[in-house]
């Protein structure tokens, strides 16, 4: 059921991770990248957006719903999609979750947590039967 989910990557809503290097940022990856696995939403590249990557635009532009994953409070993530030119996003911000930069558990209950969070964000694309 997975699989046919993510082959409908057209309609599935695109989640991008602030990725950072602390544990918060590890968190915010591995939750997007959790997201994309269950076919609840197709993960793309932060970096991208920053470098201006035409197809990378193009792919988050096209999506029905985007949703940022924060890991800390500096919103480097959503500040770039704001310098991109892009403003209608769902936020995910872990810091108002409790989740610390340094101090967070990395581990797969926290993950699960995180993305359910998520999913409930994206309220109109519920997970796939």
């Given at each position: 059921?997975?699989?046919?989910?993510?082959?409908?990557?057209?309609?599935?809503?695109?989640?991008l991770?602030?990725?950072?290097?602390?544990?918060?940022?590890?968190?915010?990856?591995?939750?997007?990248?959790?997201?994309?696995?269950?076919?609840?939403?197709?993960?793309?590249?932060?970096?991208?957006?920053?470098?201006?990557?035409?197809?990378?635009?193009?792919?988050?532009?096209?999506?029905?719903?985007?949703?940022?994953?924060?890991?800390?409070p500096?919103?480097?993530?959503?500040n770039s999609?704001?310098?991109?030119?892009?403003?209608?996003?769902?936020?995910?911000?872990?810091?108002?979750l409790?989740?610390?930069?340094?101090?967070?558990?990395?581990?797969?209950?926290?993950?699960?947590?995180?993305?359910?969070?998520?999913?409930?964000?994206?309220?109109?694309?519920?997970?796939?039967?």
């Open positions: 059921m997975i699989e046919s989910a993510k082959s409908k990557t057209t309609s599935l809503p695109c989640v991770a602030c990725s950072g290097c602390s544990k918060a940022g590890e968190l915010a990856d591995r939750t997007a990248r959790r997201m994309d696995q269950l076919g609840l939403a197709k993960m793309s590249c932060l970096a991208g957006i920053g470098g201006r990557v035409k197809s990378i635009l193009n792919i988050v532009a096209s999506a029905p719903e985007l949703l940022m994953i924060d890991g800390c500096l919103a480097c993530g959503a999609l704001k310098l991109a030119g892009i403003a209608e996003f769902k936020h995910l911000q872990l810091h108002d409790g989740i610390r930069k340094h101090d967070s558990a990395v581990n797969a209950e926290t993950i699960e947590h995180l993305v359910e969070t998520g999913q409930r964000l994206l309220v109109s694309h519920p997970a796939p039967a």
